[in-house]
């Protein structure tokens, strides 16, 4: 019965949420681009009063700025918030128009003219890795990349189970030319890429759980699981590697691409390279504390039954490090 129940529930589910998606597009395409964001601020507002977004954003916040004082703690837990519904409101704004993108986004010149000049380097010109966070908007990154570069640009996305939205998402990502990898296979398209020394991009503040290739670090304080691949492919390929630092402006965008200030000959292995990365995204977020994601479990396991009481209340113990 509760099997009967469950399929029904699907059913009934995808074709409500097929609706609510384009509806959601026919509201946001008829306003301007601030106007659809602050749609996204209205659902940040109330996704709020929803008590285990509120939990897991004071939680996060807490162990992060410890001293923080109500008022700033409720304005950066809106605007994560509305970064993250905005994120995907924007992908609906510009759905269709994705070659417009470049028009909301202002370069920090100094930083892409040193980029153009490395990868036009022919004679040393090596594969190139983009790293990227869950700040700004980071679909607006990959699908501005053909602006600066004659390259082409892969990544991995997770495919989404309802496949009309995962059509619609695979359209707007690959519009400008960008290459889309899933899960299942996607270390060998990377590697392909970097093998013919092209640009790969990946998304690097995410769990990675041990077995499945993370590597402990040190994030606020706290040990937290990073992605060993960074590492792994700065170890294998030398390649050249960039932070693209992407932030909400009136306009639109402020995107920059900076070169790590470090390489893998800078450090003793791949978990040290692992551990400089993690302390030099920790200093972007503390920068802009307000644009990236706090609603993510992202201290999600301790190594040790003793450090429970420093994590998070979503935390355990990991039986697999």
Known sequence: MAKKIKKIRKKIQRPLEIGAIYC?????????????RRVGVL?????????????TIKANLKIAFPDLDKNKARKISVNSMASLFNVFIEFLWFKGREDKIINYIEWDEPSIKAFQKKRSENETKKPCIL?????????????SYYSISSEVLTSVARRIKNNVLEKLMYEGRTATGAKITHEKGAVRALIQSLKTKQTIGLLVDQNTKIH???VYAKFFG???????????????FDPDVFMIDCHRTDKGFFISYKALPFT????????????????????LVRARPDQ???YYNRWATYLKEEDKSKYPFYASLDTKA
Not at 49 to 55: D, S
Request: proline content about 2%; hydrophobic content about 40%.
């Open 264 to 283: 893998y000959k800078d450090c003793q292995s791949e978990e040290d390279y692992s551990a400089k990365l993690l302390e030099y995204m920790e200093s």
């Open 222 to 236: 706290l040990d937290a699981t990073i992605s060993r691949s960074p590492a792994t492919f700065a170890k294998k």
């Open 24 to 36: 959601l597009m026919l509201v946001v395409k008829c306003l301007t681009l601030r106007g659809a």
């Open 43 to 55: 659902l940040a507002r109330l996704s709020l009063y929803i008590p285990t977004i509120k939990r």
């Open 212 to 214: 499945q290739g993370g």
């Open 131 to 143: 790293l990227t966070m869950h700040m700004g908007n980071w679909e607006v990154t990959a699908q």
């Open 292 to 294: 990236w994601i706090w």
